[in-house]
């Protein structure tokens, strides 16, 4: 026995207009999307701020040690001796900002969560007259690489970061080894984010994936063991993403904070 | 999601209707613990509507014949325990929606065979010995792209050939697995990146991974065959560096 049922709506059928939306899921489809808006948006607004208040921006120095928020790196006035009045941390930061952009993993939380194109599978996206994917406008998404490469330096620099930050200037003008909480912040930072740049799919595929054949020769089959660990950070890039997203975050929060007088670093000279 | 295998009194809501129309028709039936959307579909055909079309054949995940929608996400049929489902509520078991409707359950996928001959097939390099050899490491990572049962899930969940209907400008997620099985074979003599970035259309992908969240095979078709093709486009048509180092051709390769 069947009877015709009307309480729920099917997926629009073959040829049928799809508006947004449509779809015969039931599951709450749109709790992620609005997840993704909600932390990119705050951690963008945050960034954006933060670099544009702070641009006097001199590192933190607890008895003698200079800890370095990842916002405000490399130390260009530091390190390199060049001074600015103007928001100075954008000349560095266009390259991990670029490097987010670009990125396969965060295109694809963009994509679905800003551009509703589609808002989640299966669920019909937000109407545009001519979809052209990234063959016109998005067309420059194709220069992640060069993004990834300059990122990558900048992961340097925090690395070198880190390692300024385990030394203290004492009073008689040497140095002592010393740890601090806001120092053991910075490393984790620096793995992570080394975790998401290195697990880069442009640089999986410039590392090995490019290869036609990964057994051919000495050199392909060295290159083919480095693509396999890429690859293993690689399937976990959207992991390593927000991880990394959070602890760029949690850091400069931390040493801002510090910085600030709010509480003092704890730390421990050798 | 609960492992504990339930039967029970259940309902479904089955499409029903042929190549212009069609509705969601309600049935009931009792359900045995451990059985799949399949065998409630098969049972309603054969204790209550015998002319309900399904296509089905192996039961066993591997024939691909048996996609269709479940409560709005394209499944197998064969692979979808009632168990897994809400309990609480009807099943809903649609057809793929990206292809026209022939009747019932069943679509007419034959857009994907036409694809499919487009495709430069296999052309082995010149002067290869009579016995072809490649390298392990070789052979895993195309293994992946033959695992595809051709269920076209993926054509039906990608939101290009699904909403925007750009049958004619990409190829789909199924046939970038192809062109990347060949792109990536050590032993094939053809360079199709053209093709790639030209008819097959890999710059429409938006890298969504619907395709890769819906294959029952677990191929990661945007991180092992989608992104690594755009990858491949791009250097030979992105990266100036590759050009001033002319890195830009591809031993023993022809373009096609």
């Not at chain 2, 212009?20 to 009792?30: A, I, K, N, P, R």
């Not at chain 2, 590759?242 to 830009?248: D, G, S, T, V, Y």
Request: charged share 20%.
């Amino acid at each position: 026995m069947s009877t015709t049922s009307e309480a729920l709506k099917p997926s629009p059928a073959y040829g049928e207009p799809r508006k947004a939306g449509a779809t015969a899921r039931r599951d709450r489809w749109w709790v992620q999307p609005f997840l993704v808006v909600a932390a990119l948006t705050t951690f963008g607004i945050y960034t954006i701020v933060r670099v544009i208040l702070s641009t006097k921006y001199p590192g933190v120095y607890t008895d003698g040690a200079h800890l370095q928020s990842p916002m405000f790196s490399p130390d260009l006035a530091g390190i390199f001796g060049f001074h600015t009045k103007l928001p100075w941390s954008f000349l560095v930061l266009w390259a991990p900002l670029g490097m987010r952009t670009t990125c396969y993993y965060y295109r694809k939380s963009i994509y679905r969560s800003y551009f509703l194109a589609p808002p989640a599978c299966a669920v019909a996206g937000a109407a545009r007259r001519k979809y052209s994917g990234e063959t016109k406008m998005l067309l420059f998404m194709n220069l992640h690489r060069f993004f990834f490469y300059a990122a990558a330096i900048v992961v340097g620099f925090l690395a070198f970061d880190f390692v300024r930050s385990l030394f203290y200037a004492t009073a008689g003008g040497g140095t002592s080894f010393g740890v601090s909480i806001g120092s053991l912040i910075m490393l984790i930072n620096v793995v992570c984010l080394s975790g998401y740049t290195f697990g880069c799919n442009s640089f999986r595929h410039l590392i090995g994936g490019n290869l036609d054949c990964f057994d051919c020769s000495a050199s392909t089959r060295t290159r083919h063991t480095l693509w396999q660990r890429v690859t293993t950070l690689n399937v976990r890039h959207q992991e390593w993403a927000w991880l990394s997203m959070f602890t760029v975050w949690g850091t400069d929060l931390y040493l801002w904070l510090a910085g600030s007088g709010v509480f003092t670093d704890p730390h421990h000279i050798f | 999601m609960s492992t504990e295998m339930k039967g029970g009194h259940r309902q479904l809501k089955i499409w029903r209707g042929d190549r212009e129309t069609g509705q969601l028709v309600d049935y009931e039936l009792d359900t045995e613990p451990g059985m799949v959307v399949l065998d409630a579909v098969l049972e309603i055909q054969a204790s209550q509507e015998p002319d309900l079309a399904v296509r089905w054949n192996c039961k066993a995940a591997k024939c691909g014949s048996c996609s269709a929608e479940i409560n709005g996400k394209p499944q197998l049929m064969c692979k979808t325990r009632l168990d897994h489902l809400p309990a609480d509520e009807p099943i809903t078991v649609e057809p793929m929606r990206a292809f026209p409707q022939v009747r019932d359950l069943v679509t007419d996928v034959s857009w994907n065979y036409r694809v499919n001959e487009k495709i430069p097939p296999f052309t082995p390099r010149e002067g290869l010995p009579n016995e072809y050899l490649m390298g392990q490491a070789d052979t895993d990572r195309v293994s992946e792209f033959r695992k595809c049962i051709e269920c076209f899930m993926c054509q039906d969940v990608c939101h290009i050939l699904r909403d925007h209907r750009l049958q004619e400008k990409y190829y789909g997620p199924r046939f970038m697995v192809r062109l990347a099985s060949l792109d990536m074979h050590p032993l094939d003599g053809l360079d199709r990146t053209d093709l790639i970035a030209d008819q097959a259309g890999v710059g429409l992908c938006n890298i969504t991974k619907c395709c890769t969240e819906v294959c029952p095979e677990g191929i990661k078709i945007t991180d092992n065959a989608i992104i690594p093709l755009k990858e491949r486009v791009a250097d030979q048509r992105y990266d100036p560096l590759l050009k001033i180092f002319k890195r830009k051709g591809r031993q023993g390769r022809k373009k096609v």
